[in-house]
């Protein structure tokens, strides 16, 4: 008698409207999903969080509700968040083995390709990585007080990442109701990979979500397939405002705001703060340095110092972190435009700028301006190739901290 071939069981997936689903998971009141605690609650890639819940519950009421688990301070910006629903959903398909790899964005642009199967915690430790972490339309700026919400840093989430797509409501149920605060369309629900790929993108707004996510509900593995992100190629101690450290500006303000203190930590180190407020103010001022397509966003949403004063200090920095002076007279240039800065105001931003490392086409320029201060032009000349020019111009400038304005910055490549 041949053998009876037994057809494959299929695979479980939240997905499907499954009998079989015997817990709830609630996104506070956005939605409700009915999944397997057999999925769940077990496995290398089980929540502890649900595990444990379903050993105290035995057969009483078989729910979760994330909500009730995040930080009090995290809580309403989590839940509000525009991408929230659509990166539960990504950390289910994970969970599920839908996907065996996480697409993340990188920092420095290039693509780095490792698989992260389903096995134990101990050994996950490579993910997919694509550079390419914007949602389409990235970069356009939304009128502050609007849909992307009333914070500062809301704000800069929209203007630097861009409003994400509509999102497509997944079988499970429909998209609830969202806040107020919550009110710009999310970005849609990652369709089931394929099963050559299995690999799901990670858009950069996702990232401290996804962390804080898995953190609430003790996601075993995933945060270890994260790391990867955070530990691979660190910026250079003198590293400058270019690309990779920008990227890395705008997912610390992410992580600011949904008070995932983990990726804080991670971000602040590698970009060496000290000082937030401060930091934070000197990083957004040297990025529009090095790109002033940056200037309008990151003036708009609050980064860059309010007043003259404030971006005085920061133009007086000797560690302001670009790549030659010629990036700062072109951002003061900029900014006196975009301001129409009196002449006082100009004369004082000017003064700021390290003449004597000007490129020649710039200084040129200098004697077309009537508001640059001939007293620091003609200081720069005198100083210019000195071995010690903050010596040589003390007596007549005045202040030791006003000298170092003929001495070069810290990271001139």
């Not at 590293?239 to 303000?253: F, G, I, Q, S």
């Not at 804080?264 to 590698?270: D, G, K, M, S």
């Not at 030659?324 to 900029?334: K, M, P, Q």
């Amino acid at each position: 008698m041949a053998a009876t071939k037994m057809a494959p069981t299929p695979a479980l997936s939240w997905r499907e409207d499954d009998p079989v689903a015997d817990w709830t998971i609630k996104l506070g009141t956005l939605k409700e999903y009915r999944v397997h605690s057999a999925v769940v609650g077990s496995g290398e890639r089980r929540s502890d969080k649900i595990r444990g819940s379903i050993v105290e519950k035995n057969g009483t009421a078989r729910t979760t509700d994330i909500a009730t688990l995040l930080p009090d301070a995290a809580r309403a910006a989590i839940i509000s968040d525009p991408h929230v629903q659509a990166t539960f959903e990504l950390m289910l398909d994970w969970q599920y083995g839908l996907v065996d790899a996480l697409a993340l964005p990188t920092f420095s642009g290039k693509v780095m390709l490792t698989g992260v199967a389903a096995q134990p915690t101990s050994a996950v430790a490579s993910v997919a990585i694509d550079r390419d972490g914007t949602p389409a339309g990235a970069g356009a700026a939304a009128e502050p007080g609007g849909e992307s919400g009333e914070s500062v840093l809301g704000f800069f989430q929209t203007a630097l990442f861009g409003a994400a797509p509509n999102a497509t409501p997944s079988k499970s149920g429909s998209t609830g109701n969202l806040p107020a605060a919550a009110a710009m369309p999310s970005v849609a629900a990652p369709a089931a990979p394929a099963a050559a790929s299995r690999a799901a993108k990670v858009i950069a707004p996702q990232v401290p979500l996804l962390w804080s996510l898995a953190d609430c509900l003790q996601v075993r593995g995933l945060k270890t397939a994260l790391l990867s992100l955070f530990e691979d190629s660190p910026l250079a101690p003198n590293y400058v405002m270019n690309t990779p450290a920008y990227e890395r500006l705008k997912m610390l303000v992410r992580a600011l705001e949904l008070h995932c203190t983990e990726v804080v930590a991670a971000l602040r180190e590698q970009l060496l703060l000290t000082s937030l407020t401060e930091g934070l103010a000197a990083l957004a001022v040297a990025a529009s340095a090095c790109d002033l397509h940056r200037y309008e966003q990151l003036s708009r949403c609050g980064l860059l110092p309010p007043d003259d004063q404030a971006l005085l200090a920061v133009l007086d920095q000797s560690t302001l972190r670009v790549g030659s002076e010629g990036l700062v007279y072109d951002l003061i240039a900029h900014h006196i435009t975009a301001t129409k800065a009196n002449d006082a105001a100009q004369q004082a931003l000017w003064s700021t700028c390290r003449f004597s490392f000007l490129d020649a086409e710039r200084c040129v320029k200098l004697a077309e301006n009537p508001n640059v201060p001939p007293r620091w032009i003609a200081l720069a000349l005198a100083t210019r190739g000195a071995t010690a020019p903050v010596q040589a111009a003390a007596a007549a400038v005045g202040t030791p901290a006003q000298a170092v304005r003929l001495q070069p910055r810290e990271f001139y490549v």
